[in-house]
């Protein structure tokens, strides 16, 4: 629990080193906006640093806050809010979101972001914690931020 706590502490200070420490170097990560944004999630180590680009050209501010975690037998379900601020645009978010990691061997190996715990269950339950699905992405501003 404490290795997934942490992640959202590096992300927040933009400590990609710490962030790359605890996932396994193949891992999976899905964020609520690569999917909406990009159309697919990040790959590997250097996946998550494309994940740190993109965040900086999008999002001016983006903080994630955890707020209740719960270990579920080698997934670790963690309900919450994510803030931020466009780049460019000033459009501001301020939702709720779920998140869901798979840990093996002390690593994160997959990570998937939800507008929900109900989501975020449904997909543990369908056997599919870090696919991305055909769903719409979050609602967003209707003015998306720009990245020029």
């Known amino acids: 629990m404490r290795l997934v706590l942490g992640v959202f502490d590096a992300v927040n200070r933009r400590d990609i080193e710490a962030v790359l420490g605890a996932y396994s170097p193949d891992a999976q990560m899905v964020t609520l906006t690569s999917a909406f944004l990009q159309g697919r999630g990040y790959e590997g180590h250097d996946g998550i640093r494309d994940y740190f680009s993109s965040m900086a050209d999008v999002w001016q501010d983006l903080t994630l806050s955890p707020e209740e975690a719960t270990d579920l037998d080698g997934h670790v379900l963690v309900r919450g809010h994510w803030r931020s601020r466009g780049r460019g645009s000033g459009a501001e978010v ?5 998140w869901l990691f798979t840990v093996e061997s002390g690593q ?37 931020p720009t990245t020029s």
């Open 108 to 144: 994160i190996s997959n990570s998937r972001a939800f507008r929900d715990v109900d989501e975020a269950l449904a997909a543990l339950a369908a056997g599919h914690p870090a696919e991305e699905d055909s769903r719409p992405g979050p609602t967003l501003p209707s003015h998306p």
């Open 94 to 98: 301020d939702a709720p979101a779920a």
